[in-house]
């Protein structure tokens, strides 16, 4: 189950393995930051996908993020 502070968590750890500090969330994950009183089908959603704006060369961060904190 997806919650707030799980999100907070993911964002600390991408922070500490790619050293940047903004990130934009993508998909139903949004919601639970923007939203209360959220439907709790909606917080079964195992995971949060998220990238890096701005920069030249996606892959490179999306593999650090994905070696480092990967799935679950």
Do not use: W
């Not at 890096?52 to 993020?65: E, L, N, T």
């Amino acid at each position: 189950m997806m919650q707030r502070k799980k999100i907070d968590h993911l964002l600390r750890a991408a922070a500490s393995v790619t050293g940047h500090r903004t990130f934009v969330l993508v998909g139903s994950t949004v919601v639970l930051l923007r939203c209360k009183n959220i439907p709790a089908d909606m917080l079964m959603t195992p995971e949060a996908d998220l990238y890096v704006p701005d920069i030249p060369d996606q892959d490179d961060v999306s593999d650090a993020i994905e070696g480092s904190i990967g799935q679950g």
